[in-house]
């Protein structure tokens, strides 16, 4: 599975959780995002203005996210919590 790619990443520490913040997310239904956390527990896409769907949920057990999508898309924000 192909990664999607970012412009910018922040991380941040929230009381003892773990929160990355992707923005200018691109990629397609299938691509994928490797994030620095032992285990995903919540995922958020805000999907572009394009009309595209954009979803997205983690592999059990792993730091990956794989994104679904009703096509290619670009400028996504992604929101991930986890530890």
């Known amino acids: 599975m192909p990664a999607v790619t970012q412009t910018r990443r922040a991380k941040y520490n929230v009381n ?3 929160r990355e913040q992707y923005y200018q997310v691109t990629g397609a239904s299938g ?3 490797v994030v620095g ?3 995903i527990r ?6 572009p203005i394009t009309g ?3 979803t997205a949920g983690p592999l059990p057990g792993t730091s990956t996210i794989t994104f679904a999508a009703s096509g290619a898309f670009t400028a996504a924000n992604v929101q991930v919590l986890g530890v």
């Open 37 to 39: 956390m032992n285990a």
């Open 52 to 54: 595209t769907t954009v």
């Open 31 to 33: 691509d994928t995002l």
């Open 42 to 47: 919540f995922v958020d896409v805000q999907a």
């Open 16 to 18: 003892g959780n773990l």
